[in-house]
T-cell receptor, first 113, second 108 residues
Framework: SQTIHQWPATLVQPVGSPLSLECTVE??????LYWYRQAAGRGLQLLFY??????ISSEVPQNLSASRPQDRQFILSSKKLLLSDSGFYLC????????????FGAGTRLSVL | QKEVEQDPGPLSVPEGAIVSLNCTYS??????FMWYRQYSRKGPELLMY????GNKEDGRFTAQVDKSSKYISLFIRDSQPSDSATYLC????????FGKGTRLSVIA
């Protein structure tokens, strides 16, 4: 079966520290992968998406970057976190590109203090 | 004009009520329409998806798409407190476009 793993579940980081969030998908190959951020009480903000290894599309200019070093691995990074980077980060994947149905991970709640 | 618009609510109903959640979209080329349910502090989970116009029923949930008016609806019958969550509609190509979500509270 197909599953998505996202970790850590919760993270508290000081301002100016680096960030690395990892997402991996099992049971499928060459999925489309997505990173979203959801601020408290707000909708989903698409940050990055990837249609293949090394292919990253950035939706919002910001303090974050993404990489896809392997087919089923998607990493969200920052060199120096800002207070405004706090939020709920969600990874998602699409296996059936014809239907474009996304499935989400459990999310990482990031607090930058 | 935003591609997908959704009334954010919040919506509060008594247990057993029929709930109607709605979205509008702008691109007539969109073919697949999804509803996601998101409990507090959890990732969204796919509730239902429909293709083109028409209805799809799954237990107490019915998804309806009217492509002529670009209108997407989710109906919940006999609503339960466990249905209390944020509901997001979605459609589009790559990437998918999401509504901002409607927060629903079902009061026992």
């Amino acid at each position: 079966s197909q599953t998505i793993h996202q970790w850590p579940a919760t993270l508290v980081q000081p301002v100016g520290s680096p960030l690395s969030l990892e997402c991996t998908v099992e049971g499928t190959s060459n999925p489309n992968l997505y990173w979203y951020r959801q601020a408290a009480g707000r909708g989903l903000q698409l940050l990055f998406y990837s249609v293949g290894i090394g292919q990253i599309s950035s939706e919002v200019p910001q303090n974050l970057s993404a990489s896809r070093p392997q087919d089923r691995q998607f990493i969200l990074s920052s060199k120096k976190l800002l207070l405004s980077d706090s939020g709920f980060y969600l990874c998602a994947w699409v296996a059936d590109l014809a239907k474009n149905i996304q499935y989400f991970g459990a999310g990482t709640r990031l607090s930058v203090l | 004009q935003k591609e997908v618009e959704q009334d954010p609510g919040p919506l509060s109903v008594p247990e057993g009520a029929i709930v109607s959640l709605n979205c509008t979209y702008s691109n007539s080329a969109f073919q697949y329409f999804m509803w996601y349910r998101q409990y507090s502090r959890k990732g969204p989970e796919l509730l239902m998806y429909t293709y083109s116009s028409g209805n799809k029923e799954d237990g107490r949930f019915t998804a309806q798409v009217d492509k002529s008016s670009k209108y997407i609806s989710l109906f919940i019958r006999d609503s339960q407190p466990s249905d209390s969550a944020t509901y997001l509609c979605a459609t589009g190509n790559t990437p998918l476009v999401f509504g901002k979500g409607t927060r629903l509270s079902v009061i026992a």
